[in-house]
C-alpha cells in the first residue's frame, strides 16, 4: 500500500473516531442554545396533521405573554384534575388564528387581541362566544441599561443601539409598540433600527440574548423571575396605545369536549384570576390602573 493510500485511511480512522466527539459538542452547543432560549417561543409551522389526535386530550394554542401565567394555571388546573391531558403550544396570536382557519386541531385558543378571537366567533369557527379575559401592558426591558431611567424618546438616540419589538403583522403587542413609538415621535429614527421577532417572547430573548440593546415586551414577561433577575423594566404609558384586550375561545372543535368546557371555567376562577394577577394583567371587572 502506498504512503497517500496509508495517510488517507488513518485520515478517515481519525474521523470516525472524532465523529462522536463532534456529535456530542454539537448537542452541548443544541442544549446551550436551549438554555439561552428559556422563553425562545417560535411560531408554529407544523401542519395541521401533525399535532395530536382529537381524542388525546386538549390542545391549546396561546399568545407568547401567557407563557408563564398560563404554564402555572395549567399546573393548578392539574392538581385539581390529575387526570386531565393539555398540550399548550406558544406563539403569535395572528398565526394561530390563520391555523384555526386552515383547520388546525385546537381546542381553546388565547389571542393577545381579543379582535382575532371575534373574527373567528363571526365566522362560525367558535364553540360560543369570544370570552375577554385580561388586559397586558407593555413596557421597556433592557440587560444592559437601567430601563426605569428609559423614555420612549430616548429609543431616537442611534448609541443606544438595536431595538426589539415583536412583528406588528402578527403579533398584537408588535402593534401597540409601533403605536407608542409613533404618538412618542420617535418612530422614523426608531425604525432602522429595529429588530422584531416572530412573537413577544423571541422579543424578549433577543434583548436577554444581546441581540437588542432594549426590548419593548409584555409586562407578564418581564415579571417572570427569569427576566427579573437580569435587567429592569418601565411601564409605557398606556395613553400611547389602544388597550391590549385579550380574549379567548372555545373553537368548533371543541363544542363537544367537556374537558375544554371545565378547563375554560377554571381559568375565569379565583385561583387563576390571581396567578394573572401576579403578571401584572388587568382583569375584566377591576378596572385599569
Avoid at 273 to 288: N, Q, S, V, W
Amino acid at each position: 500500500m502506498s504512503s497517500a493510500r496509508r495517510a488517507d485511511r488513518a485520515r478517515g480512522a481519525e474521523g470516525r473516531q472524532a465523529a462522536p466527539a463532534r456529535l456530542a459538542a454539537m448537542r452541548r452547543r443544541q442544549l446551550l442554545g436551549a438554555g439561552l432560549a428559556l422563553i425562545a417561543l417560535p411560531a408554529i409551522a407544523r401542519p395541521a396533521s401533525a399535532f395530536a389526535d382529537p381524542g388525546a386530550g386538549l390542545t391549546i394554542v396561546a399568545a407568547s405573554d401567557l407563557k408563564f401565567a398560563l404554564d402555572e394555571i395549567v399546573a393548578a388546573y392539574r392538581a385539581a384534575q390529575p387526570a386531565a391531558r393539555i398540550e399548550v403550544i406558544y406563539g403569535s396570536s395572528g398565526k394561530f388564528a390563520t391555523q384555526i382557519r386552515q383547520g388546525a386541531p385546537f381546542d381553546l385558543y388565547f389571542s393577545a387581541d381579543i379582535a382575532y378571537p371575534r373574527e373567528l366567533e363571526r365566522e362560525g369557527l367558535a364553540a360560543g362566544p369570544t370570552r375577554p379575559y385580561a388586559t397586558g401592558r407593555i413596557v421597556l426591558w433592557s440587560k444592559r441599561r437601567d430601563a426605569a431611567q428609559l423614555r420612549l424618546q430616548d429609543l431616537a438616540d442611534p448609541a443606544l443601539g438595536r431595538i426589539a419589538i415583536a412583528n406588528p403583522r402578527h403579533a398584537p403587542y408588535g402593534r401597540r409598540a409601533e403605536e407608542a413609538l409613533r404618538a412618542a415621535g420617535v418612530w422614523a429614527a426608531v425604525e432602522p433600527r429595529l429588530v422584531q421577532g416572530e412573537n413577544i417572547a423571541q422579543t424578549a430573548q433577543f434583548v436577554l440574548s444581546g441581540n437588542a440593546a432594549v426590548g419593548i415586551i409584555a409586562l407578564s414577561l418581564a415579571l417572570n423571575p427569569t427576566l427579573a433577575r437580569q435587567g429592569g423594566y418601565t411601564l409605557i404609558d398606556d395613553a400611547l396605545h389602544a388597550p391590549l384586550e385579550q380574549g379567548f375561545i372555545l373553537t368548533r372543535r371543541a363544542a363537544d369536549k367537556p374537558a375544554a368546557a371545565r378547563f375554560a371555567a377554571f381559568v375565569e376562577g379565583e385561583a387563576a384570576r390571581a396567578i394573572m394577577r401576579r403578571y401584572g394583567f388587568t382583569l375584566p371587572g377591576e378596572g385599569g390602573r
